[in-house]
Every structure is written in C-alpha cells, then in structure tokens.
C-alpha cells in the first residue's frame, strides 16, 4: 500500500467533513403576493423551449400580448419594444427583457413564433416570444391585465398593452402607447428598473 493509498481514507473525511460545515445555498425568497409569476403556467418559446411562467423572474421585463397573423396592433406592439428597447444604453439592454406571450397557442407554433423573431430581427438574448397552453391563456392576460375577444374570423381584438415588471413580477408602469415613438413616462420606467 502506497502512501496516497493509506490517506485516501483522511482525505475522504476531511472532504465529508468540509462539505457538512460547508453553509447551504439559501432557497429563492418566496414572489411577493402582488406577484405576475404566483401564477401557475408553461410557456413554449420560439426555440421549442418549455418552461414555467415564473421562470421570468430574475430580471425586469417589458410584456405583452400578441398573436402571429395580426396584421394590424401586433406589428405595432413589436415596433414599441423595439422602439423602448433603442431608448436604453448597452448596459440597460442586457439588464432588461423583453416578452410577447401568445393569445392564439393554436396556432403559435414555435416555428410561427421564430419566423416573428426573424422578420423583427428580435436579439433571442433579450426577447422571448412564447404560447402558453390554451386553457391558460385568459389567466395570464387577467394577471396582466390584458383584454381580448376571439373573432369569428380567427382573429381577436385586444388591447395594446406593455407592462413592465420588476425582477419578482411586480407590475411597475404600463402603457398602451405603440409605435416607432414610445411612450416618455414608460421609457423612464424602464430605465429606472434597468438601474
């Protein structure tokens, strides 16, 4: 037997030991009551992701509602983004996202959602265009307060909201201003949240 052979058995306790006065990973803070995440839903991204709703939080993030074959809102909704996104410097950008949530999952496939990302040129770092389940689709709108009716036409008419949430999924501003000129107020809100 070897000299490494004969303390192997010292540094195995030694190891063990080290490990049990080691101090454990602190859990997650439980979300805030008022929180968008205390919801229970699974999102399907653009890449064919799944992932828990709450699976957001971590960073401030600009949503809202939308689906793929709008030809009218829809485009102006991603425009806003876009446009609230150019208001931010570098450092702003990579602390802030960006997510359009699927009123119509039927429908918006990751594929449709992917060809969105491509058509907007949508940085993937940043924004995240994802379906819910159908049956969970009005509860998300609710939390955020987001109108909409199906049409007979297979279209739906809806409000034009982007709401900004903090890391945990407080709502802190909201706006339904859209277009290439975003709303002033909203755009300090984010950047005050980006900070």
């Known amino acids: 037997m ?20 080691a101090p454990a990973r602190a859990a997650d803070p439980p979300l805030p009551s008022e929180s968008v995440y205390q919801l229970s ?32 809102i829809c485009p102006l909704i991603v425009e806003s983004g876009k446009a609230i996104e150019r208001q931010l410097d570098d450092r702003q950008r990579d602390r802030i996202g960006f997510v ?5 999952p039927r429908n918006d496939t990751p594929q449709a959602l992917g060809e969105v990302v491509s058509r907007y040129r949508l940085d993937t ?8 389940a ?24 809806h409000t034009s909201a982007l709401v ?9 501003a909201r706006t339904e201003k859209t277009g290439s000129r975003p709303d002033p107020d909203f755009v300090r809100a984010v950047r005050e949240a980006a900070h």
């Open 2 to 21: 070897n000299r490494f052979t004969r303390s192997l058995p010292v540094i195995v306790l030694v190891a063990v030991a080290v490990a049990a006065l």
């Open 41 to 72: 839903a699974r999102l399907t991204d653009q890449d064919g992701r799944s992932r828990n709703w709450s699976g957001l939080q971590g960073k401030p993030r600009v949503i809202s509602m939308f689906y793929t074959s709008c030809q009218y």
């Open 100 to 104: 359009l949530i699927s009123m119509d």
């Open 125 to 132: 770092r940043r924004w995240t265009l994802a379906s819910p």
């Open 134 to 157: 159908p049956d969970q689709v009005r509860a998300l709108a609710g939390v955020l307060d987001i109108r909409y009716r199906a049409l007979a036409d297979g279209g739906f008419n």
């Open 164 to 172: 900004l949430v903090d890391a945990q999924g407080r709502i802190l």
